[in-house]
């Protein structure tokens, strides 16, 4: 996804809500009085602690790798419209030292698109989502088939391996592990034993009928016989994400020269989040960066937050924290949970431990200069549920990735990172063939 433009918003004309009736509302009354006068603040209402960083005498990381994904709904002319998703999502290795030599306030586009190497791999594939028949199947049958078969065929099934890689945790020797439990496409009920070590596919135990391991993300969840919502779309490029990233991380995990995985910063765009019934995958991802602290092989990971809930929090905070002036350190401050509901959220007296499902990473603010800070994510690995977790010490090798991040930073936009626009830029919409092509390439599927 884009960086976004600047956030500065200029002021709002507050008294047009004036003439409402609904002011005779104290309540409202109040409400709008507040919103119009905007109290001055002249300090960081939420006390957030952030740390100076000293980056002497410690290593950054010697290569990074970048994910990214953008996706793009299309609709034909005619009635009904017939309307398709392409997916696009790509994985790129840049070169560090050459990434150095440009000039971060006048990049040259050239030197920019030098630093990537050839080891740039992308992604891409479509989805049926309205009135789209294949000659084969239901809709329903045919995204459930398209998921298989897009993981599978690309890049020799790498994408699969890692699939299988997580789901049956084979960075362990001889792992006997069965999948996550996932509910059955078919009948609907829990596979609650998973399918067994190593298949790529099963029968379900209530409705015999097979299921692929590919099920196991839940994406016909989201959808009906015989139309998918937009958001499958994106679900799918979230997966994707994932399963590109730790790809990079299992290759380097089984690499003969040991120390490659650790010596990488691996940087995915948004955060490290799988939700709802995609987080399946999340106790097992977390169990291997576990796994792989406790071998004295960490593994650098980050996730950037460029909208959103944090990313306005930052926003309005940001100015109060130090460095005020270029060439002071850099601060960071890791987010504990109970920050997160008090001072993000605004909601102190959730039931659940922030994340506690969904998330592989931990919210951190840093500020890199006065005019480039972030909202990053930093797996822990092992997650626990207490309100004043995480702490500096558990994100793991944090001040690696700290020591990295001063010369991936960007000044086209806040905030932003190299890798990730450029990622961006290969992944973007705009290397999509354009609309109209599109279009035309769905009439003529129409027509035959
Ligand atoms: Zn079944």
């Not at 433009?5 to 002011?23: N, Q, Y």
């Not at 017939?82 to 150095?100: G, N, S, W």
């Not at 049926?128 to 199947?137: A, C, Q």
Request: aromatic share 10%; net charge negative; with cysteine.
């Amino acid at each position: 996804m884009p960086y976004g433009k600047g956030t500065r918003l200029p002021g709002e004309a507050a008294s047009k809500l004036g003439h409402l009736a609904v002011i005779e509302s104290p309540w409202v009354k109040s409400l709008v009085e507040d919103f119009e006068s905007a109290p001055a603040v002249d300090g960081d209402p939420s006390n957030t602690v952030w740390q100076e960083f000293d980056p002497s005498g410690i290593d950054p990381l010697r290569s990074i790798w970048a994910v990214d994904g953008s996706f793009v709904p299309v609709r034909s002319e005619q009635k009904p419209p017939r309307e398709v998703a392409f997916v696009k999502t790509a994985l790129l290795m840049l070169d560090k030292a050459k990434l150095e030599a440009i000039d971060k306030d006048l990049p040259h586009p050239l030197l920019l698109r030098d630093a990537l190497k050839d080891t740039g791999v992308q992604h891409a594939t479509v989805f049926p989502l309205k009135n789209v028949r294949t000659s084969i199947g239901t809709n329903f049958e045919a995204v459930r088939n398209i998921v298989r078969d897009s993981i599978l065929i690309d890049q020799g099934g790498a994408f699969h391996e890692t699939m299988k890689w997580l789901a049956y945790k084979n960075w362990v020797p001889n792992s006997t592990a069965r999948s996550p439990a996932f509910q059955c496409p078919h009948c609907r009920k829990d596979i609650s034993d998973g399918l067994a070590n190593g298949a790529d596919a099963g029968l379900c135990p209530h409705c015999g009928v097979e299921v692929y391991l590919s099920d196991l993300w839940g994406f016909h969840m989201e959808m009906g016989e015989d139309s998918a919502p937009e958001s499958l779309a994106s679900s799918y490029m979230l997966v994707m994400e994932h399963l590109m990233l730790f790809t990079a991380v299992r290759l380097m995990w089984h690499h003969s020269d040991r120390s490659l995985v650790t010596d990488t910063l691996f940087i995915k765009d948004g955060p490290l989040t799988l939700r709802s019934q995609y987080s399946k995958m999340v106790p097992n991802i977390r169990e291997f960066l576990e796994h792989a602290k406790t071998s004295l092989r960490p593994v650098h990971i980050i996730g950037q937050e460029k909208s959103g809930f944090f990313f306005d929090h930052l926003t309005s905070i940001v100015r109060f924290a130090a460095p005020q002036n270029r060439g002071e350190p850099l601060t960071f401050s890791p987010l504990t949970h109970s920050y997160v509901h008090r001072e993000v959220y605004r909601s102190p007296d959730v039931a659940n431990p922030y994340g506690l499902k969904t998330n592989w990473g931990e919210k951190m603010y840093v500020k890199v200069d006065p005019g480039a800070f972030m909202v990053l994510n930093v797996p822990t690995g092992e997650y626990k549920p207490e309100s004043d977790w995480p702490s500096t010490d558990n994100l793991i090798g944090l001040k690696r990735i700290l020591a990295t991040l001063p010369s991936l930073v960007s000044h086209k936009f806040e905030g932003a990172l190299y890798p990730v626009e450029l990622a961006n830029g290969i992944a973007s919409m705009s290397s999509y063939p354009s609309a109209a092509i599109l279009q035309r390439f769905l009439e003529e599927r129409a027509s035959r």
